[in-house]
């Protein structure tokens, strides 16, 4: 005696396991959100599901055999045009096109148009799905506001940040007034320098297109340019600039620039001493991997058993302590003066 297996469950088909028929595939078709539609060779409508009649505004046995020409008069001829080119273009080239189409007096679609060869009759259709675009271009729009609101947003902090700096920069300044003994004024004006280095950063972030870094070449020209209208108003350095543009981020400028200011104040100051004329020479240069910054001078030179890394010299220490941050490395070539070269990863 066998045992009778169970009857399956009342959800199971067991006619044709894993298959749906035509009536069934149509009304999922029908119930599609997104607009399903199907043309023959000759462009003309064989199939559309509820959504795509929604956005023709008729009913099936007014859309089949119609062309959208026909079906949709209220478009313009460049509209038509468009569809047109586009079946086309599906049925010459047997590929998948997909269009954003703003037609006028309908919704954004975008459609994807591809070719389904009935083989059992050696015909080609055209299957048409599409998507109203509204609500993402109302979104895209959203974002690109909000986007532009928190770039002012960032712009404002960056100049209130250089204001800030700036009113530091001047109280030091009013402090050093009462100072009278040149070397207890010197580290008052070295903190200054430093503050409007970083002030300066803030201002070219400022006025960069996007925000996400300064052009490392105009930023660094400042810097040197600023310092030798301070230090050298006598007109007796020559400053010789060999820059490409180098974009840095914002982490990478601030070492960057702090970096410049002290190698450039060294040579307009130390190298250069009081009205000796001399040549201060800047190079900025990059590859896909590194970052190369030259600052020399034709002046006295360093004393050959200084060691820059064992120095007294605050600046010195902030330099090597700066070229760390950035992962790079420091040479210091003596010959004719003095040439500091740095190269550092480029982020």
Known sequence: ???????????????????????????????????????????????????????????????????????????????????????????????????????????????????????ATDRDFILGVSRDMSQERAAEARLSASLAEKDLLLREVHHRVKNNLQIVSSLLSLASDAVTDPEALEPFNQSIDRIMTLALVHEELFQSADLSGIDAAAYAAKIVDRLIAAYRSDGGVRLELDCQPVPLSMDAAIPFGL??????????????????????????????????????????????????RATASLGMRLVVSLVGQLRGTLTILRENGTRFVIEFPRR
């Open 259 to 308: 970096i410049v200011n002290e190698l450039a104040t060294n040579a307009v100051k130390h190298g250069l001493p009081g009205r000796q004329p001399g040549t201060v020479a800047f190079s900025l240069t990059a590859d896909d991997d590194l970052v190369r910054l030259e600052i020399a001078d034709n002046g006295v030179g360093l004393p050959p058993d200084l060691d820059v």
């Open 1 to 119: 005696m066998t045992d009778t297996p169970p009857p399956p469950p009342e959800d199971q088909d067991t006619s044709r396991p894993g298959s749906i028929t035509d009536r069934q595939l149509a009304a999922f078709l029908e119930q599609l959100p997104l607009p399903v539609f199907v043309k023959n060779s000759r462009r003309r409508f064989v199939y559309a599901n509820a959504a795509a009649r929604r956005v023709a505004g008729c009913d099936q046995p007014s859309l089949l055999g119609r062309r959208s020409e026909a079906l949709l008069p209220r478009l313009a001829p460049e509209d038509h045009a468009r569809i047109r080119e586009a079946d086309l273009a599906v049925l010459a080239d047997d590929t998948t096109i997909e269009n954003d189409f703003p037609l006028h007096g309908l919704p954004e679609m975008r459609t994807v148009r591809t070719l389904v060869r009935d083989t």
